[in-house]
């Protein structure tokens, strides 16, 4: 079955950086687009980065534009979104995702609390 697994979540302070880890499994991770997706307390969940299956053509929300970066390994199934310059409005649940024949499938999340 499909699993999303994310890790690297924690507390930094403004103008800090963090590395988030998406390990999956139970499919085949080289073939499927990759996102990031972050929930606010009190709002929706909202795309924060896309990545294609090799690795180029990655978007973003204009938020986190030329502060977040996502890649992947395909070697390792892994996704990453590492994260700089967070301000305090980054704070959210950060969801990996993955859509596969129009079903999505989401880890169970890693905090990410920017605060002084």
């Known amino acids: 079955q499909v699993q999303l697994v994310e890790s690297g979540g924690g507390l930094v302070q403004p103008g800090g950086s963090l590395r988030l880890s998406c390990a999956a499994s139970?499919?085949?991770?080289?073939?499927?687009?990759m996102s990031w997706y972050r929930q606010a307390p009190g709002k929706e969940r909202e795309l924060v980065a896309r990545?294609?299956?090799?690795?180029?053509?990655?978007n973003y929300a204009d938020s986190v534009k030329g502060r977040f970066t996502i890649t992947r390994d395909n070697a390792k199934n892994t996704v990453y979104l590492q994260m700089s310059s967070l301000k305090p409005e980054d704070t959210a649940v950060y969801y990996c995702?993955?859509?596969?024949?129009?079903?999505?499938?989401w880890g169970q999340g890693t905090q990410v609390t920017v605060s002084s």
């Open positions: 139970g499919f085949t991770f080289s073939s499927y687009f």
């Open positions: 995702n993955v859509r596969i024949s129009l079903k999505l499938y």
């Open positions: 990545i294609t299956s090799g690795g180029g053509s990655p």
